[in-house]
């Protein structure tokens, strides 16, 4: 490997948002407004977002307006539902099991296994995701959001919490 090889990986990666290219999101897309103002709600708190996407996830809850955050820290994904209600019908069930890696170091480890239900389809239980890292789901208003970086959720959870 080279030093420029280096170099160029170095810069990728502080500059992920250089990578999305044609998923950017745009004003023409129907949930930029909503994700632009959830950005200037989380950036107080220190979440700086430094861009959102289409991503992958979209439609995976049965609703179309999924969008891909990414900060200097992680990324999370926020499901935009029709309405509060809709958001909030959503059940997360979470499934905390052991499992024993298939290559080397053959350790045991955490394993998580994540299901929904309550919106979209089909209806009933269905595996959402699963893998070695916990999830934490933020709701807020008609938004869901899900992320795998306990630091960023507990600071989306203090920025989206009304304060007394």
Known sequence: MTLS???LALT???QPCDLIGPAALGPADSV???AAALARELAPHGVQVRCFYHTTMDGWLGEKDAVGFATDSSTFTVYFFASPEDAARL???ERVGRHRLPCPPYRDTTWYRYEVSGVGRPRGPRRLWEGFQRAYVVRHDR???VLFDA???ARISQALTPSD
């Open 143 to 145: 938004s869901v959001i």
């Open 91 to 93: 059940r997360v069930t």
């Open 32 to 34: 930029y407004a909503e």
């Open 5 to 7: 090889t280096v170099v």
């Open 12 to 14: 990728l990666f502080q």
């Open 151 to 153: 630091r960023t959720a």
